[in-house]
């Protein structure tokens, strides 16, 4: 683990106490770059964006290798602090956790989100024990290496639609939510949460901690940050944008073999060289 | 190398020789399923895009293996033909050509594209007869391998803006592509060359076998074709298109923290599962 990993670990832990950290997600190193060069001063992977970059579905059918190289080619990409999706830690017992997580530090990630999502059939979480042992172990292996990893603890009950109705949803998150920060979470993530009243619910029973998903449809950042968000990250949601664009260029090209689609929005060659000039 | 890519070389040589080929080039899994599942029938890889998406400017930064596994994993996402951009070979003789090809095929490619820019400084090309003996090997690679490789010469003239002016361009391009031709090349690639008139006499001279690259500003498809080209590529420009895709949707969170630019063309998550199931 480099000093740089170190030093961005502090950064980024500093980015997640004072909060409001607007966070894009990338796949690779252009997309990367390009948030890098706009000014944002961090980033996060996305582990769907990264799946089907390689040829993959979401939802850990890429290995634990695979993952882990694509996180290193993003992190070597910028300066910023880069944090990593790694799913569900690639593996159920904390040792697998753990294992992963060596492996983000190495690749010089200095964050993860870890979901409590099992990927089994039919869909389950792990129980909030389990769970908080596989948090605990993340948190020891990120002081074993000496790095301030930052812990986003993902819980799927919004996302997979568990519980009746949402206020049984938003007690069970809340439940899962306070186990994980004891445990050692820095944030809860809470994807498919998009309410204002619900988000503030949550907000004030992590004392603030809560990282919101943003999508199409979602209100501005700065309601999400008013309702108590104290990150909002992007999740998919900018590669599928680019999956849009390139499904337009294609449609145009079929159509009438025309490049309007592809002016329209056209970044330099010689502004592409830049971007990886010098790395 | 399997009995699709004997079956896909078939199909690319019979796409190239029907004439009027409107080729996409792509850098990822996903580009290149998005442009088969829009319905083309073959794609090229761009080096520009993979070296991006890699972290590496343009230009054999990037090494032979780390090319060949990015080919082998867009080829390996898609059942069309795929045809790689192999810049110069990845080395200057013609054993190394051989070696660049052989991997080409082992990553399910059936098709290369080869400059004769010999990436030195100042900018020249490989002479004539050098290009001729690399072209070679690279047409006995794939006769050894048993597949009817198609072999796209891309000659520089134009892109370095060679001579002295488009007369003498354009009599250099001629003097050069009809030599590869002789040793082997399917087609002759002049990027940089756009207009109509010019094509027209390249065309002629290369008996129709020319490849023109499109890109913001040029003709449409069917000016390009009707000037004589038997394909018309995409090069960089899809990438490009991305890029500035991803810079706006950067511009406008920093700005305003809206999604604007995402709803704007998106793409449905389940959808794009759907595009990596049962792959």
Known sequence: MSI????????????SIQGHLLLPN???????????AAGFPAIGTTSAGIAYSRGFCDGQHISREEMMHEVAII???????????????????????????RGVIEAGAVGINLEDNAHK????????????????????????QGIALTINARTDVFL??????????????????????????????????????????LSNAFEGRLNLMAMPGA???????????????LGPSVMLASLGNIQNIAKELQQTGTWST??????GFAEAETLFKHR
Chains 1, 2 share one sequence.
């Open 219 to 233: 209100p501005a950042a700065s309601t999400l940050f008013n309702a108590g968000a104290q990150r909002v990250s």
């Open 4 to 15: 740089s990993t170190k030093h961005n670990a502090k950064i980024f832990r500093d980015l």
């Open 262 to 267: 592809i002016e329209a929005r056209f970044f």
């Open 160 to 201: 997979l639609g568990l519980g009746t109705d949402e206020a049984e949803r938003t007690a069970m998150a809340i439940e899962r939510g306070q186990a994980y920060l004891a445990a050692g979470a820095d944030l809860i993530f809470v994807p498919g949460l998009l309410d204002p009243r619900a988000a503030q619910d």
């Open 75 to 101: 992190a070597r990409a910028v300066n910023i602090p880069v944090t990593a999706d790694i799913e569900a830690g690639y593996g159920s017992s904390p040792g697998d956790v753990t294992e992963t997580v």
């Open 121 to 144: 059939k039919p869909l389950s979480l792990f129980s909030i024990s389990a769970q908080a042992k596989r948090l605990a172990a993340a948190k020891s292996e990120g002081e074993r």
């Open 26 to 36: 990338v796949w690779d190193a252009a997309s990367a770059r390009i948030f890098e």
